[in-house]
Each structure stands twice: as C-alpha cells, then as structure tokens.
C-alpha cells in the first residue's frame, strides 16, 4: 500500500491525521500538476457497504481536452487540498471552511482533474479547503451516494485533524457529480447504508450547496422524485447555461420547486457554456467561479 502521506507535502496536514482517517488504496497516479496533501480511503477495509465492480481502477487515455478519467473505482477515496490563503496576522485563524468536490462523467468515469483536483486546488486559494471525492464508477449510483454520505459525516469526524470548520462544510458537484451533490443536500435524513463506526454517527447533511450544470434533475419532464423537497435543504447555488438543452431543464425545474419552500436559493442562468466546462470555460457561463464566491461570501462562509 502507499503511505497515507504524500512525504514531500506531509507538514500540510497535522500528524494526528494518520491515526485518525483509513489508509490509502493504490491506484493510478494523478497528473503531475495535481498534488493533494493527503488521500484517504474512505471506508475502513472490508467495510464499505453495497456493490463495487471488480475490475480493475483504469485511466482512460486523455482526452484531447487534456482531461483525465478514471473508471471501475472500486476504492473510494478523499483527497485533501488544505487552505492555501495566508494568514493575515499572527492571530490563531478559525479552522477554514471546506467543501466536498464531486467531479462529474455520467456515473461511468470520474474527471478527477478538470471537475477536481482543479477546483478544490481554486477552493484552497481562496481560503477554503477543497476536499475531492472519487466515488465509485460505473453503473453504481447507489455506491456513489452511499459514498458522498460517508464522505460529509468521514470529513466532521476528523475535521480537528483536517483543520476545518465541521459548521461550516458544503458541497459542490458537477454535471454526473451535481446530481449526487442535489442528492446529498435533499436526503441526509435517510443514510444510505447502517452506520459501521463513530463517523456515521456525524451529521451527512451539508450546510451549503452548489450545483454545476447538474445533470439528471429531471424524469420524463418533472423534477426526479430522488429529491426530497421536505428536507431542511441547506442554501443553494445552481449554475447552468441555456446551451446545454439536455440538462439545463432539471435545473430549472429544481429552482421552480425551490421558489416554493423557505430555501434560500439562487440561480445563476447563463446564455452560453455548454456541459464540462469546470474552470476552463470560455463563453459566458466562464463567470461563474467569481460569481459562486460572490456568493459563498454573502453566505459568511468566507
């Protein structure tokens, strides 16, 4: 197995960490640009509830885009990309605010880089710690939401050691990684699976929420009765453009059903952006990022 710690980066994370969060999986290195402070697994070995596939964790061949998919995670883990903003004052600072990255791929891959590794890298620079999760892939929305559950209640749990705010821990998910992440923040009443250790005793609900051109909202014209509008849904961003026909119809469809309830919510609708932009797009939904801390700021969270 390979050390819970990446050696050249170990002084970014306390060392209570290492009793504290599973040991890591192997699995095919991530491009070189993408360095998080530390991976963890998420389950304790041979705990993981429901189905995984048994083959084999691949890279795909990278795209033309530059984009880096991996497949067949039978081994979900959290990688951990800690604040970056420099303290201000010799002050002690409060534990930064710290948000769960949910890359996109249609539920068939995971684009641990562009919806990933690139946004929680971004988070961290603006004084939050982005904490990506790789979640099982393909055909598996069950394991993936039994995933993103564990993931919130896994990050409370060691937020002392993690050195981040448990008041204070969002979500964020793009297009495959939206749906999971409007999952998370509609069903936290319900956990997916029976709690195995302490972390699942941890809340799975997250205080915040933003949604991406998520995808799957909608079923046969109607909001997809996966949502539960009932929960106490924390506050909400969607982002989405009006040239992605596909999918931009569940996010207004969730943002009609969200008028009516008490959630504070905003919906930012752009003309243009297409799907899988991440932080690389270049029409005009390329804006949200400021936008999306414009409003996490509002929020108090930063």
């Known amino acids: 197995m390979k050390p819970l710690f990446r050696s050249a980066l170990l002084a970014l994370l306390p060392l209570a960490l290492l009793a504290a969060a599973p040991s890591a999986t192997t699995a095919p290195a991530l491009p070189p640009s993408a360095a998080p402070a530390a991976v963890v697994d998420l389950w304790p070995a041979g705990k993981m509830p429901g189905a995984a596939t048994t083959q084999p964790e691949t890279l795909r061949p990278v795209r033309a885009d530059n984009v880096h998919l991996y497949t067949n995670v039978s081994h979900p883990t959290l990688s951990i990309y800690p604040d970056a903003k ?3 004052s010799s002050t002690p600072a409060p534990a930064p605010p710290a948000i769960i990255v949910c890359p996109g791929g249609a539920y068939s891959y995971v684009a641990m880089d562009l919806e990933g590794s690139e946004i929680a890298t971004w988070l961290s620079t603006h004084g939050i710690t982005g ?13 993936a939401f039994q995933d993103v559950q564990r993931a919130l ?3 409370r749990q060691n937020a002392a050691q993690w050195n981040i705010d448990p008041n204070h821990l969002g979500i964020i998910g793009f297009s495959a990684g939206g749906n999971l992440a409007a999952k998370a923040s509609t069903r936290f009443d319900d956990r997916s699976y029976a709690p195995i250790d302490a972390a699942d005793r941890q809340s799975c609900r997250p205080d915040f929420c933003i949604l991406v051109y998520p995808a799957y909202l909608d079923q046969a014209g109607k909001l997809s009765p996966e949502l539960n509008l009932h929960a106490n849904i924390p506050p909400t961003l969607i982002i989405h453009n009006e040239d992605d026909p596909t999918y931009v119809v569940g996010s207004k469809l969730y943002n009609d059903a969200l008028d009516h309830t ?17 932080l690389r797009g270049t029409k005009a939904a390329r804006v949200w990022p400021a936008a999306a801390l ?9």
């Open 131 to 143: 904490i990506v999760l790789k979640y099982r892939v393909p055909r598996n929305r069950e394991g």
């Open 294 to 302: 414009d409003w996490l700021h509002a929020l108090g969270v930063r």
């Open 262 to 278: 008490t959630v504070p919510h905003k919906f930012l609708l752009y003309p243009t952006g297409g799907h899988g932009y991440g």
């Open 153 to 155: 209640s896994l990050a």
């Open 86 to 88: 420099s303290p201000t």
